[in-house]
Structure formats: structure tokens, C-alpha cells
């Protein structure tokens, strides 16, 4: 069982980017599924995440800009972030209960 992060990049301030955290083994649909970042030189931190029934909960610093989605027919849970901010720089991680880390995703907001 895995999930396993796409769509990181780099972007300009102000800009957007889906991020995609796509399941094998499992079927996300019964789990919470978070995302998580993690920047150079800081500890891991939680920015959002969504329950079985969708309900949603966001990080206070990225609350307005990011919105956390999931596809159960697709198997998979995104994060839309708009806005973006230099502050979002970071590796971006999507997590369940019954899954290990994977290698994330890097994200890079700069001009």
C-alpha cells in the first residue's frame, strides 16, 4: 500500500498548482488522507486534510488558498493551492494512517 505525490514545480508568486496523491493497494475512501510540507531546515508541519465523508480541515497559514479534494472513483486526493507565496516552498507530502512517507513532492515559489 502506497500513495505517491505529483505535480510539484516551480511558480511564481501569486500563482497555482494541483498537487495529486494517488493510491495503490487501498482504497482511499475509507481513510483520512493529509498533506503535509515540509521546508528546508523546518519540521514537518500539516496543512490539510480531508476524512472519509470529506469533511476538510486547513492549516491557519494556508486556510483561503488551498483547497484539499478527493476521487474516489480515480483513487486519488488533491490539493489545489493558489496564491501561492514564497512561504510555500517546501516538500510537499500526502499521508494516511496506513501508508509509510513517500518522496513527496517539491514545490517552488519564487520570481
Known amino acids: 500500500v502506497q500513495l505517491v505525490e505529483s505535480g510539484g514545480g516551480l511558480v511564481q508568486p501569486g500563482g497555482s498548482l494541483r498537487l495529486s496523491c494517488a493510491a495503490s493497494?487501498?482504497?482511499?475512501?475509507?481513510?483520512?488522507i493529509s498533506w503535509y510540507r515540509q521546508a528546508p531546515g523546518k519540521e514537518r508541519e500539516l496543512v490539510a486534510r480531508?476524512?472519509?465523508?470529506?469533511?476538510?480541515n486547513y492549516a491557519d497559514s494556508v486556510k483561503g488558498r488551498v483547497t484539499i479534494s478527493r476521487d474516489n472513483a480515480n483513487n486519488t486526493v488533491y490539493l489545489q493551492m493558489n496564491s501561492l507565496k514564497p512561504d510555500d516552498t517546501a516538500v510537499y507530502y500526502c499521508?494516511?494512517?496506513?501508508?509509510?512517507w513517500g518522496q513527496g513532492t517539491q514545490v517552488t515559489v519564487s520570481s
Open positions: 499521508k494516511s494512517n496506513v501508508t509509510p
Open positions: 493497494g487501498f482504497s482511499t475512501r475509507w481513510f483520512f
Open positions: 480531508i476524512s472519509s465523508g470529506g469533511a476538510t
